[in-house]
């Protein structure tokens, strides 16, 4: 059985209300009685996509963490600094950022939705190929989870879904021939929401920063008030994926 946190969109931008709200998340995370197999990062990291800020997030992610901490870009962030003052990378490139991480028999495909000037998102080609490149190496027999920031579907916000992943066909092609992706994890909506995505389970964590205000909840886009929301994901021995979420 695997067991995965996930926490998103923590905006970091140098101010208290930011940092604390991110410090109270990983707070509660530390101290937890019982062991996480790695926390998974969904984007939207930094605010402004400063080096000060990636900075920052990486002290309050990576520093003495008990597990992995995996990571994927969002709107906000900006590869360059993303890859040289978070991930502690020589270069500074605008190359798409993914990633990839065998955590307990499950490989877990961290990808760069992020579009450079956009708040949409897309995977691009060079995206696709990598993804292609690592299923094929996997063989077809290891258990798969995609993850990402945007979402590929409507969430019934009408300012939110012009912010959505463009062009969601082929992924949903890659994900319809691949019968080990077993789900998708994603971020960018600042609500905790759960369907499905070409036929496999797609989850939508919560915001740390804040937490989206639907239409028939009020007016305002956030609501800067709510707890801090995380997810857990536990994906069992049948290949069956569930999510938990809590408010800290």
Request: hydrophobic fraction near 40%; proline fraction near 8%; aromatic fraction near 4%.
């Amino acid at each position: 059985m695997l067991v995965l946190a996930q926490i998103s969109d923590l905006h970091l931008d140098g101010t208290a209300r930011a940092t604390e709200r991110a410090e109270r998340v990983m707070h509660h995370l530390r101290a937890l009685p019982g062991p996480l197999d790695a926390l998974m990062v969904t984007g939207d990291i930094a605010d402004h996509g400063a080096e000060a800020e990636y900075k920052e997030a990486a002290r309050l992610l990576f520093t003495d963490a008990p597990w992995p901490v995996l990571t994927c870009p969002g709107n906000h962030d900006v590869r360059g600094p993303y890859r040289t003052a978070l991930l502690g990378e020589d270069s500074p490139s605008e190359a798409p950022v993914n990633r990839t991480h065998r955590v307990g028999g499950t490989e877990i495909l961290m990808l760069d939705s992020s579009l450079p000037g956009s708040d949409e998102g897309l995977l691009d080609e060079e995206t696709y190929a990598w993804t292609e490149n690592r299923l094929a190496a996997l063989g077809g027999t290891t258990p798969v989870l995609l993850s990402f920031h945007h979402h590929p579907v409507p969430m019934h916000h009408p300012r939110l879904d012009t912010w959505q992943l463009r062009q969601p066909g082929p992924l949903a092609d890659l994900v319809e021939r691949h019968p080990e992706i077993v789900g998708l994890i994603i971020g960018h909506a600042h609500t905790p929401a759960a369907t499905t995505f070409a036929g496999r389970p797609l989850i939508v964590g919560p915001g740390v920063v804040s937490t989206l205000r639907l239409p028939w909840e009020g007016e305002g886009l956030v609501d800067l008030d709510a707890p801090v929301g995380l997810a857990f994901h536990v994906l069992d021995d049948e290949r069956r994926l569930m999510t938990h979420f809590r408010v800290v």
